[in-house]
């Protein structure tokens, strides 16, 4: 069974800065893109990075120019950059997986995700 697992997350002070890592394991015909969701308390989850199977990137209005999204040199590995984290920066962070089956399908997947604490 298709596996999609975060990790890197952890407790930072403001202005701190964190690596998260997403690993997809499993039988997946073709991955088209992937992205970082993250939710904190009372709020919905939220896009924060996307990144498309071509390399092209997107981002939040409240992480452009300190999050940078990208795909690892391992197959199905994708990480997040997180620099100058501010408190509203909290929560669990997300890996999604935007995949195709062999009849050109769409199959998404999620991870469990990962916990980001800024706080002083």
């Known amino acids: 069974q298709v596996q999609v697992v975060e990790s890197g997350g952890g407790s930072v002070q403001p202005g701190g800065s964190l690596r998260l890592s997403c690993s997809v394991s499993?039988?997946?015909?073709?991955?088209?893109?992937m992205a970082w969701y993250r939710q904190s308390p009372g709020k919905e989850r939220e896009l924060v990075a996307s990144?498309?199977?071509?390399?092209?990137?997107n981002y939040a209005d409240s992480v452009k120019g300190r999050f940078t999204i990208s795909r690892g040199s391992a197959v199905n590995t994708m990480y997040l950059q997180m620099n100058s984290l501010k408190p509203e920066d909290a929560g669990v962070y997300y890996c999604?997986?935007?995949?195709?089956?062999?009849?050109?399908?769409?199959?998404?997947?999620w991870g469990k995700g990962t916990p980001v604490t800024v706080s002083s």
């Open positions: 999604y997986v935007d995949s195709r089956g062999s009849g050109w399908e769409p199959i998404n997947y």
């Open positions: 499993g039988t997946i015909f073709s991955i088209n893109g």
């Open positions: 990144i498309t199977g071509g390399g092209s990137t």
